[in-house]
């Protein structure tokens, strides 16, 4: 199994409705992270959350919220879709060090229609 | 302000011809620089870090040096299937904790046979 899991792994909705992509982890990291992909733009982090009571945005975070519902999980959602908010998730971890890297899921990719 | 910049965009190689990729950054303090590697609607996956100039890290027919400006990607004798995105990251300590990954836009390898 993934350390990292996200669901779903595709999801196809219409404008105006609400979503949430789901993350979950087996490794044990405080910190997580969505990030959302658009080609040639690389990846842009939407927020992060450091342990289950710290919440903080990212780059690009207007148009969605987040809940730390356990250290382990880490849900994206987004509270009526829109177009432009067609792209590929990923949910990341990484241990609390200085300098420690991100560990990915696979990924959810997401068409708005 | 952090910024990264991956090049070249894009490189087709012939099977056993050998080349390299270069990552450029800018940061304020650099918590580390990481090199990832992305198949087609995949996560990352994560190859190396390097912490300081001068570092090196190898992996199979990978190699990654890190100096104060920017960061190389050897890649000795690819295979075909070292075909993928390599992306490459940084942390900088701007911000205090915020210590988040910074990514470039990514170089797109083809390798033929």
């Known amino acids: 199994d993934a350390d990292v899991t996200q669901t779903p792994r595709n999801r196809i909705t219409k404008t105006g409705k609400r979503i949430m992509l789901e993350c979950s982890q087996t490794k044990g990291h405080d910190r997580m992270y969505w990030y959302r992909q658009d080609p040639g733009l690389g990846l842009q982090l939407i927020y992060y959350s450091f342990d289950v009571k710290d919440i903080n945005k990212g780059e690009i975070s207007d148009g969605y919220s987040v809940s730390r519902q356990a250290q382990a999980k880490f849900s994206l959602s987004l509270e009526s879709a829109i177009p432009n908010q067609t792209a590929l998730y990923f949910c990341?971890?990484?241990?609390?060090?200085?300098?420690?890297?991100?560990?990915f899921g696979q990924g959810t990719r997401l068409t708005v229609v | 302000e952090d910024q990264v910049t991956q090049s070249p965009e894009a490189l087709r190689l012939q099977e056993g011809e050998s080349s390299s990729l270069n990552c450029s950054y800018t940061v304020s303090g650099l918590r580390g620089l990481f090199w990832y590697r992305q198949d087609p609607g995949k996560g990352p996956e994560f190859l190396f870090t390097?912490?300081?100039a001068g570092e090196e890290k190898e992996k199979e027919r990978l190699k990654a040096t890190l100096t104060k400006k920017e960061s190389f990607l050897h890649i000795t004798a690819p295979k075909p299937e070292d075909s993928a995105t390599y992306l490459c990251a940084v942390r900088s300590n701007y911000g205090g904790a915020t210590n988040k990954l910074i990514f470039g836009t990514g170089t797109l390898l083809a390798v033929q046979p």
């Open positions: 990341a971890t990484s241990e609390g060090r200085d300098g420690a890297e991100a560990f």
């Open positions: 390097l912490y300081s």
